[in-house]
């Protein structure tokens, strides 16, 4: 079945990077764009950014502009997010999901992200 | 003012229905976009749920039931989706999104749906 399988919690120190995968199943990688999506703690959905299906073209939210990159790895159907300078409000769940048509209709099963002294 | 805006919460009762509102801000026109709506349950990810632009342009996720719709109030320039016979397991938070030139991917702030 098709299937989205990201890595496990992440607890780093405020200024430091993480870097979290999604390793996709059940399709044809190459087809289908990928997006990353966050979720603070009792907060909503906050979208982060997308690389396209080739993985030659990213595109970020204004906010992350600089601290963010995207990339995929065709070889391993996995796509990789690292976010960087790290501060106690990146402490989040990171979702990786699907794009189809614009909507986000495949979503892995989160990334916590804990960023604390 | 955000892009979208739905209420934080909305109760209703179990075989009633309840419909919950996406409000597009000012100068954005809902007629021009698809909105799109995700349900959370407590602990999971996000799950597609459909999407509206129009009667002719809208698409159910696969295997959502019937009893979740999309539909518009271009008066309110608002996206609403309706959910009909609620059920105990409805009970969730519910997202809009849109895909905006200027924010890209944008999401609403969630309305937390209680069923009781």
């Known amino acids: 079945q098709v299937q989205l399988v990201q890595s496990g919690a992440e607890v780093k120190k405020p200024g430091a990077s993480v870097k979290v995968s999604c390793k996709a199943s059940g399709y044809t990688f190459t087809s289908y764009y990928m997006h990353w999506v966050r979720q603070a703690p009792g907060q909503g959905l906050e979208w982060v950014g997308i690389?396209?299906?080739?993985?030659?073209?990213?595109s970020y939210a204004e906010k992350f502009q600089g601290r963010v990159t995207v990339t995929r790895d065709t070889s391993t159907s996995t796509v990789y997010m690292e976010l960087s300078s790290l501060r106690s409000e990146d402490t989040a769940v990171y979702y990786c999901?699907?794009?189809?048509?614009?909507?986000?209709?495949?979503w892995g099963q989160g990334t916590m992200v804990t960023v604390s002294s | 003012q955000p892009v979208l805006t739905q209420p934080a919460s909305l109760s209703a009762s179990p075989g009633a229905s309840a419909s919950l509102t996406c409000t597009l801000r000012r100068g954005i026109n809902v007629g021009a976009y698809r909105i799109h709506w995700y349900q959370q349950k407590s602990g999971s990810p996000p799950q597609y749920l459909l999407r509206y632009k129009s009667d002719s342009d809208k698409q159910q996720g696969s295997g959502v039931p019937s009893r979740f719709s999309g539909s518009k109030d271009a008066s309110a320039n608002a996206g609403i989706l309706l959910i009909s016979g609620l059920q105990s397991e409805d009970e969730a938070d519910y997202y809009c999104?849109?895909?905006?030139?200027?924010?890209?991917?944008?999401f609403g702030g969630g309305t937390k749906l209680t069923v009781v």
């Open positions: 999901a699907r794009d189809w048509e614009d909507t986000f209709d495949i």
């Open positions: 999104m849109i895909w905006h030139s200027s924010t890209a991917w944008v």
């Open positions: 690389i396209n299906s080739s993985g030659g073209s990213t």
